[in-house]
């Protein structure tokens, strides 16, 4: 169901949408697409995990709601589906290190105990980073083969910090590949 902007009432969706893009087609229109690298971090009660997305975006100031997908293949899924809780650890160049840890499968994440903790909260979180912000999930949605994931941000942390006009270091993933931006792509 959507909703008709004029009277804020339910309005039906046609059943059938037509025909649609292929997966290599829609693929290849995101590659084009640059996204913030971010890290996601849990635990359910079975021990932490974590995986790298580029899906999350913030949705409101107030009150403060970020939203962000898992794929049902990575190995975190699971986990996601059932935590109350999660960290979003949004990364700069200086963090590529743990993009990549949470971009590899069939690793264990926290293996080096010297890189993560626990908050009191029990929530994992990786130190360092330039920012993370622990969130209480608030919804869910499935989404083809993902979970969209909704959430209210509770506490944060900023390690290095963005002032307004500042290029920073920040780390973004277009086509296949880590990116730094910085003063060189300001436009």
């Known amino acids: 169901m959507g909703f008709s902007s004029a009277s804020a009432a339910p309005v039906a969706r046609p059943r059938s949408l037509g025909a649609s893009l292929t997966a290599e087609e829609f693929?290849?229109?995101?590659?084009?697409?640059?996204?913030?690298?971010?890290?996601?971090?849990?635990?359910?009660?079975?021990?932490?995990?974590?995986?790298?997305?580029?899906?999350?975006?913030?949705?409101?100031?107030e009150p403060p709601l970020l939203i962000f997908s898992v794929s049902a293949q990575s190995s975190a899924s699971a986990v996601l589906a059932r935590a109350e809780t999660v960290v979003v650890h949004l990364l700069d160049a200086?963090?590529?290190?743990?993009?990549?840890?949470?971009?590899?499968?069939?690793?264990?994440?926290?293996?080096?105990?010297?890189?993560?903790?626990?908050?009191?909260?029990?929530?994992?979180?990786?130190?360092?980073?330039?920012?993370?912000?622990?969130?209480?999930?608030?919804?869910?949605?499935?989404?083809?083969?993902?979970?969209?994931?909704?959430?209210?941000?509770?506490?944060?942390?900023v390690e290095r910090d963005v002032a307004g006009g500042e290029h920073g270091d920040a780390l973004v993933y277009h086509n296949r590949t880590w990116h730094r931006?910085?003063?060189?792509?300001?436009?």
Request: glycine share 12%; proline share 3%.
């Open 27 to 61: 693929k290849a229109v995101f590659r084009g697409h640059p996204g913030g690298v971010a890290v996601i971090t849990a635990d359910a009660g079975d021990g932490p995990v974590a995986l790298t997305a580029t899906s999350v975006s913030s949705v409101s100031a």
């Open 94 to 157: 200086h963090d590529i290190q743990i993009a990549q840890l949470g971009a590899t499968s069939g690793i264990d994440r926290f293996a080096d105990a010297h890189r993560w903790s626990r908050l009191v909260t029990g929530e994992p979180v990786y130190s360092g980073v330039r920012a993370w912000v622990r969130c209480a999930v608030i919804d869910r949605m499935d989404a083809g083969g993902s979970t969209v994931v909704a959430a209210h941000a509770l506490q944060s942390r």
């Open 181 to 187: 931006l910085g003063a060189h792509s300001a436009l």
